[in-house]
């Protein structure tokens, strides 16, 4: 009869303190929540905004662009290229972020297919015209933008 | 040295191009080529009998007199040097809202300022102004060589990647310039 007794109050105890926390904790998130109304403006919006941009997965695109160039090229010379031309433009921190990789590259097309961020797409192909001025390549013709990879070997794959 | 421009302008398919050392306008294989001439402040301007694009090129705050003579035979003027590079310029910002002209940005010398870490603060303040719509802005290439002459795509990644807006980019390379040729009588699409 004891043991039942011991045993009954320490589950009490325990479904007490469980309550208590449970309190505890709702009070807790009410109060953020009444502060989080309270100061909810532009700015605190443009923050939060932001903060879950950031946290977005970053979606990679597929570049499908015609490099026209006299002397002959190969796949790890594009890289080779364009990692210096981007690093040159934007610095290393831009270039780890847009991680730009040139994955395909055609010789009969002259087309190349180039991975990179998203929100980079734009730099690649500044990079590539500086490219250009440097007398590199003669033509750098943008010519699609894909979500994937086989959409955009696809493309670069077809004169 | 025109016919491989030509052939890149058709690679890339410009079909008008506006070039500084022309007579009189052209068509080579299907390209319109029509000339430019160079306003000069100093002197007094006299209209030029053959069709133009008459551009005023303002570099420095004090090459930007727009004396009535000028307004009058003016088509565009084309911004760069240290109106690019500072924005302290606050009167020559003003002026260019107030005359109303086109403002012509040469995309060759952008570059070049970006590949030498140079300030853009008052190319910001003009695009800033193109994007409140107080004033319009054409990109031209300002190609020198062959080289320098880029894809329209490459410009409108140029122009996004300084600030502008989408819209606001492609009105700068498409509608804009045709724009200043069709006030100037000179048809047709950049």
């Given amino acids: 009869m004891e043991l039942l007794e011991v045993g009954s109050l320490v589950v009490a105890l325990v479904a007490l303190t469980l309550a208590i926390l449970t309190l505890t904790r709702l009070v807790v998130l009410e109060r953020r929540i009444k502060h989080l109304l309270a100061n909810l403006n532009t700015k605190v919006l443009k923050q939060f905004v932001k903060r879950f941009e950031k946290q977005k997965k970053h979606k990679n695109r597929y570049l499908v662009v015609k490099l026209v160039t006299s002397r002959g090229t190969s796949l790890s010379e594009l890289q080779k290229y364009l990692d210096e031309a981007f690093i040159g433009l934007y610095g290393k921190k831009s270039y780890s972020e847009a991680s730009p990789k040139v994955l395909y590259y055609n010789e009969k097309t002259l087309k190349s297919v180039i991975r990179v961020r998203s929100h980079h797409r734009w730099s690649v192909l500044l990079a590539l015209a500086y490219l250009e001025r440097k007398e590199i390549f003669s033509n750098v013709c943008p010519e699609r933008i894909t979500g994937t990879y086989r959409k955009a070997k696809k493309y670069a794959e077809i004169a | ?190």
């Fill in chain 2, 1 to 190: 040295m025109l016919g491989q421009l030509i052939e890149k302008a058709l690679v890339y398919a410009y079909s008008v191009i506006v070039l500084q050392d022309l007579t009189d306008i052209k068509t080579l294989n299907n390209v319109r080529l029509i000339p430019r001439t160079i306003i000069d402040y100093g002197n007094n301007p006299q209209p030029a009998k053959s069709k133009s694009l008459k551009v005023l090129v303002a570099r420095a705050p004090e090459e930007l007199k727009l004396s009535n003579q000028v307004l009058r035979v003016l088509s565009a003027i084309e911004v760069g040097g240290k109106l690019l590079t500072d924005a302290r310029y606050r009167k020559s910002y003003v002026k260019l809202v107030n005359v109303r002209k086109p403002v012509i940005l040469n995309a060759s010398e952008i570059m070049d300022m970006i590949l030498s870490g140079k300030d853009l603060s008052g190319l910001n303040t003009l695009l800033n102004l193109y994007e409140r719509s107080q004033i319009t802005i054409a990109l031209g290439s300002g190609a020198r060589s062959l080289s320098e002459m880029h894809h329209p795509i490459t410009y409108y990644a140029l122009l996004l990647e300084l600030g502008l807006s989408e819209a606001k980019a492609f009105s700068a390379l498409t509608a804009n310039p045709a724009s200043i040729l069709r006030e100037v009588g000179l048809n047709g699409a950049t």
